[in-house]
């Protein structure tokens, strides 16, 4: 697979699986690097349930988000397995400072 198609493939799925989830779980308004750390997040630990309590749906982070808590550090329960940390720690960057 060529990089331009690894892309293509990354697109689609985020576009057919991932922002629509994101659109119709969090509730309140995000700017534009918000919406590319939840997206980022979002690809790595799936959209969930909050049936289930996994996932971006059944986060804390999700139901600390739409009562209007901005804190991206709330991503970092998610940490599992540990060389996971490097990349919560960029995407709660980008969330809370803009930092791509």
């Known amino acids: 697979m ?3 198609q690894g ?3 990354l697109n689609k799925d985020l576009q057919k699986n991932f922002i629509p989830a994101i659109n119709r779980l969090v509730k ?3 700017n534009q690097n918000q ?3 939840v997206t980022s997040f979002t690809y790595n630990v799936g ?3 909050l049936k289930k309590r996994n996932g971006l749906a059944g986060s804390r982070f999700l139901k600390e ?3 209007g808590n901005y804190n991206g550090n709330l991503m970092m329960r ?3 397995p540990s060389e996971i940390i490097r990349r919560r720690q960029d995407e709660i960057n ?3 400072n803009g930092e791509y």
């Open 2 to 4: 060529t990089k331009k």
């Open 7 to 9: 892309l293509a493939l």
């Open 28 to 30: 309140v308004p995000l």
């Open 35 to 37: 919406f590319d750390a």
């Open 47 to 49: 959209v969930g349930s």
């Open 65 to 67: 988000l739409n009562s």
């Open 78 to 80: 998610f940490h599992s």
């Open 94 to 96: 980008l969330f809370n």
